[in-house]
Structure formats: C-alpha cells, structure tokens
C-alpha cells in the first residue's frame, strides 16, 4: 500500500495556520501523516504548532530556504511514496486527497497529480495560481484551464475533465517522492516562484506525464507570502521564467525566446514604468541581470537536463498567450 505524506511548507504564516491546517488535519485520512516544515520563521508559528496542533509533525529549519530549498531539505528527512505539497493557505474538504492517490496507483507514468483549484474568498471563481491545471506558451508564459493573464474565469464545470497537461501549481503538488529526488527536485537557486513549473518540465523530459485531477478540488488564499506584482514577485517570476527555458527548451524553442523575449519584457518594464511603478520597472531589470550572470551555472544545467531528455514536453501552446488575450481571447476555452 502506497505511503502519501502531506508536507506544509511555512514561514512566518502563523495566520494561516490557524485558519486553514485545522482543515487539512480533518480531512487528512488516517494513514496520512501531516508534517508542518518551518523555514526560520521568526513569528509564533512554532509555539502555536507545539500548543494548538500537537498531532502535526513539526520539522525545523535554522533560516528561510524559499520554496524551493526548503522543500528540498525538508522532503530529503521524509520517507514516503508520495509527497503531497500544500500551501499554508490552502484549505481542504474531506475526500480530496483519495483522488490523488488513486491517480497515481494507476497510472506508474505519471510523476505528478493536482486538485482542482479554487479561491477561498470568492468560492465560484477559479484561483489565480493554478485553476484547473495549466500550460505554457512557446515563449514560456504560463497559464491555466480557468486563468488566462490576469482573467481568472468562474468555474461551472467547464474544466472538470482530467487530462495530462504541462504543469500544476505547488500550492498542492502531489508528486512522486523517487521522481523527485532522481530529478533533484526544485531548483535552489529559484528560491521562490516557477519551481514547480520548472520540475513538471523535467518530468516530462524524463519520460513523465503530468495530470490534474478536477474531482479532487482544494481552496485557496494565494498571495500569502509575495503579492501580486510587488518587486520581489515580478523579479522572482522573470528571472526564473528566463532560467528554467534556458535549461529545458529545445533548441529551437531557445532561439525563438532569445529574440522575443528582450523585446517582450522591455515593453512589461516599460508599462510598469507608465503606471508610475519605478519599483517593479526596476525589477525586471535586476531579473534580467541576474540571468546573464547566472549564464554559466544554467549552461551546466541545461547541459544535465538535455543529456537526460527520454521524451518531449508536450502540451506546449505554440502561439502567444499574450497576443491571443489582446485579441480578446480571455478565456480558455476550446484553446487546447
């Protein structure tokens, strides 16, 4: 019988503990161990785990790792078959971790499963991070069954089929716990934002497929650690964006990038620039400094990724997202 273990990564979110954990313990099922791993956080958290949930599994880390580096060092002191990744801000009803699990029992080619995901505060609407699972165009922007840029659309069903697509959001990211350390799991230097993105990319490489499960639906807060397009989110979201197509496109694809791309976020700093945000203008300038110096670790990278390669990703949306919106196709549709 498969081990699932749920793994709560927290910093500082002594909030969101207390709203949204004392759901994911009731829906837990028996067999599943919750385990709250802190990243340095220097709030209450640690007391009110101790005190408020004595049931929870706490694991302490001396410093804020990210998302990324905190997961890993976390997941490296857990043994299960399945880790299942939830955000401190998610709640969860009873009956939707089942889903999941059995998804991956049947199906020993796929690395990673995902619920559907809908806002905590508007419960009729998709959530911004990850809706009904998501895509990515061919010059790497990402966007979902149910969130396309900034339109987030209501759910009614529309996207309640479950299909392989090319990524799900690590708000809850049940994924296979050998997949994930033979692949390295996130990428360190990412700390925060596309991480998850990045690996389903090298899922697919090695041959995965990668799923989401709409039956199996969880809330979610969102933005509760970096807002939506503060500095740290917009420098966070390029640079990264920038790294993991460095290290994962086909060559082909990189090309293409290496041309747009400059163009594309010039014209995104520019308009941030109109809006008076100096802040965020400047971020996507730090971004792309960033990349260029981090040339040589990605070229080592990208070299270990591509000797690697079994399979193509798939699900790549070969237009641009960004045009098809202007034009006025806000909504997912028939799109894919």
């Given at each position: 019988m498969s081990i699932a273990k749920i793994v709560i990564l927290n910093w500082n979110g002594v909030a969101h503990l207390r709203r949204f954990l004392p759901s994911v313990i009731a829906a837990a099922p028996a067999d599943v161990e919750v385990i709250v791993a802190d990243n340095g956080s220097t709030d209450d958290s640690v007391e009110v785990l101790?005190?408020?949930?004595?049931?929870?599994?706490?694991?302490?880390?001396?410093?804020?790792?990210?998302?990324?580096?905190?997961?890993?060092?976390?997941?490296?002191?857990?043994?299960?078959?399945?880790?299942?990744?939830?955000?401190?801000?998610?709640?969860?009803?009873?009956?939707?971790?089942?889903?999941?699990?059995?998804?991956?029992?049947?199906?020993p080619d796929v690395a990673v499963v995902s619920p559907k995901l809908i806002s905590s505060e508007e419960r009729r609407m998709f959530e911004y991070a990850g809706a009904s699972g998501g895509y990515l165009d061919v010059l790497g922007y990402p966007f979902c069954r149910g969130r396309i840029l900034r339109t987030v659309e209501e759910d009614r069903g529309q996207y309640d089929d479950e299909r392989d697509l090319f990524w799900v959001s690590g708000a809850a990211f049940c994924c296979r716990a050998d997949v994930f350390h033979a692949l390295g799991g996130f990428d360190d230097d990412f700390f925060a934002h596309m991480e998850e993105i990045d690996l389903c990319w090298r899922m697919q490489l090695a041959g995965y497929r990668v799923?989401?499960?709409?039956?199996?639906?969880?809330?979610?807060?969102?933005?509760?650690?970096?807002?939506?397009?503060?500095?740290?989110?917009?420098?966070?979201?390029?640079?990264?964006?920038?790294?993991?197509?460095?290290?994962?496109?086909?060559?082909?694809?990189?090309?293409?990038?290496?041309?747009?791309?400059?163009?594309?976020?010039?014209?995104?700093?520019?308009?941030?620039?109109?809006?008076?945000?100096?802040?965020?203008?400047?971020?996507?300038?730090?971004?792309?400094?960033?990349?260029?110096?981090?040339?040589?670790?990605?070229?080592?990278?990208?070299?270990?990724?591509?000797?690697?390669?079994?399979?193509?990703?798939?699900?790549?949306?070969?237009?641009?997202?960004?045009?098809?919106?202007?034009?006025?196709?806000?909504?997912?549709?028939?799109?894919?």
């Amino acid at each position: 019988m498969s081990i699932a273990k749920i793994v709560i990564l927290n910093w500082n979110g002594v909030a969101h503990l207390r709203r949204f954990l004392p759901s994911v313990i009731a829906a837990a099922p028996a067999d599943v161990e919750v385990i709250v791993a802190d990243n340095g956080s220097t709030d209450d958290s640690v007391e009110v785990l101790r005190s408020e949930f004595p049931s929870v599994t706490l694991l302490r880390m001396d410093r804020n790792y990210g998302f990324a580096g905190g997961y890993n060092r976390a997941l490296q002191q857990i043994e299960a078959d399945y880790y299942v990744l939830l955000n401190s801000d998610v709640e969860t009803p009873v009956g939707w971790l089942e889903p999941l699990v059995e998804t991956l029992d049947r199906n020993p080619d796929v690395a990673v499963v995902s619920p559907k995901l809908i806002s905590s505060e508007e419960r009729r609407m998709f959530e911004y991070a990850g809706a009904s699972g998501g895509y990515l165009d061919v010059l790497g922007y990402p966007f979902c069954r149910g969130r396309i840029l900034r339109t987030v659309e209501e759910d009614r069903g529309q996207y309640d089929d479950e299909r392989d697509l090319f990524w799900v959001s690590g708000a809850a990211f049940c994924c296979r716990a050998d997949v994930f350390h033979a692949l390295g799991g996130f990428d360190d230097d990412f700390f925060a934002h596309m991480e998850e993105i990045d690996l389903c990319w090298r899922m697919q490489l090695a041959g995965y497929r990668v799923r989401v499960v709409p039956r199996s639906r969880v809330y979610h807060l969102g933005g509760g650690t970096l807002q939506t397009d503060s500095p740290s989110k917009v420098f966070y979201n390029h640079r990264n964006n920038l790294a993991m197509l460095y290290k994962c496109s086909s060559s082909g694809q990189r090309l293409l990038v290496a041309v747009a791309r400059p163009v594309l976020d010039l014209l995104a700093a520019l308009s941030y620039l109109a809006q008076g945000r100096a802040d965020n203008f400047r971020a996507v300038f730090r971004a792309w400094r960033d990349f260029v110096t981090w040339h040589p670790a990605l070229s080592r990278k990208r070299r270990a990724v591509q000797s690697a390669r079994k399979a193509e990703a798939r699900h790549i949306y070969r237009g641009s997202i960004v045009a098809r919106y202007l034009l006025g196709g806000r909504t997912f549709g028939r799109l894919m």
